[in-house]
């Protein structure tokens, strides 16, 4: 079971994989967010046409906003690997962090927080 040292907020390195590419990026892991959240340059990297791709209601803390929905080829965090990973694309300049996962990776593992013991473990979840 993959465990990790805590440090708030909690980013951890990910490795999002497209068509043409594959990215080690530095993540915010949110519990909040719907989906998994990629900046355009790098989905332009990973060889995505955010522009040609359906587009999603989002809900940012600066109002609602719509995004490219990709779902990327993979994504693995820890060691833990899912594919078909649905994904939105925005400006993530002015953030300071290269990628957030959300629900739509987190749903398929089971999470623990231990804030005394400041450590983050994951599983996956039985079928």
Known sequence: MPRVRLEIPLS???TVCGPKASRDLEALIDTGATYMVISWED???LGYEP???PT???GPAGGIMD??????DS??????RRT???TIVKDLTDVGIA?????SFLRYFRMTFDPEAMTFEITELSA
Do not use: F, S
């Open 12 to 14: 951890l390195p990910v």
């Open 43 to 45: 989905a332009i990297r």
């Open 51 to 53: 522009w040609r791709a």
């Open 56 to 58: 999603v209601q989002v």
């Open 67 to 72: 995004a490219p929905l990709l779902k990327v």
């Open 75 to 80: 994504v693995g965090l820890l060691g833990l």
């Open 84 to 86: 078909k990973v649905e």
């Open 99 to 103: 990628a957030v996962v959300g629900w």
